[in-house]
């Protein structure tokens, strides 16, 4: 069964540093999203993505983040320069089409020191 | 924007006794309504989804009912077992693809 997949599953990082999460969606969606959830805390919209551009984002979703799709089967995730409050596991999903279910990968856990 | 709350936070049930997770919604405009289920160190695993125009869904053992009227929905899991034991988050879609979670139900199924 398709899935969608993330690497790294778990990066450590240092204040200020950048972070690139990727995620390879499944092959034949064409909508991505990125989510992230705060230990203990609900699940988060960060942004939305099709036809390579950004279609919705989120307050969190601010100019430190970016997204891109950078060939035809990653879609990443880059946060310029972390904040200890970004630590959080981020979880990519894909979707066939605008109304259709949203599949999550496994997350990365991001851990900001 | 929307807002969804979910009860109970936790859940405890005994092997073959059912369970009944409920969410409130806020905004009538949300029309999509999927529960996902998360066991530990994997991500969100959707389960069963219903959209607005449709009342009851049911797959096998787990069931979802949706009261527009009052903006709240449920997941319904019968004849629970072990391996049902996970966190179960609901969401609503209120617009376009972005989708609003319920803060989580940890349901432990008791052998």
């Known amino acids: 069964e398709p899935e969608v997949t993330q690497t790294p599953s778990h990066q450590v990082t240092q204040m200020g540093q950048e972070v690139i999460l990727r995620c390879v969606p499944i092959?034949?969606?064409?909508?991505f999203y990125w989510y992230r959830q705060i230990l203990g805390q609900k699940v988060e919209f960060l942004v939305s993505?099709?036809?390579?551009?950004?279609?919705?984002k989120s307050e969190i979703f601010d100019d430190q983040f970016s997204v891109e799709r950078p060939d035809g089967s990653n879609f990443t995730l880059k946060i310029r320069s972390t904040k200890l409050e970004d630590s959080a596991m981020y979880f990519c999903?894909?979707?066939?089409?605008?109304?259709?279910?949203?599949?999550f990968g496994p997350g990365t856990r991001l851990t900001v020191t | 924007g929307e807002n969804v709350e979910q009860h109970p936070s936790t859940l405890s049930v005994q092997e073959g006794d059912s369970a009944v997770i409920k969410c409130t919604y806020s905004?009538?405009?949300?029309?999509?309504f999927p529960w996902y289920k998360q066991e530990l160190g994997k991500g969100p695993q959707l389960i069963i989804d219903?959209?607005?125009?449709?009342g009851e869904k049911k797959d096998q053992r787990i069931a979802v009912t949706l009261n527009k009227t009052a903006k709240h929905f449920s997941l319904h899991i019968t004849e629970t077992q072990p391996e049902d034991s996970a966190v179960y988050f609901c969401?609503?879609?209120?617009?376009?693809?972005?989708?609003?979670f319920g803060s989580g139900t940890k349901l432990n199924v008791k052998p």
């Open positions: 999903a894909s979707s066939e089409a605008v109304s259709g279910e949203q599949y």
């Open positions: 092959s034949n969606h064409l909508y």
């Open positions: 905004d009538s405009a949300s029309n999509y």
């Open positions: 993505f099709y036809n390579n551009e950004i279609s919705e």
């Open positions: 219903i959209r607005s125009n449709v």
């Open positions: 969401a609503a879609k209120y617009n376009f693809n972005k989708f609003y």
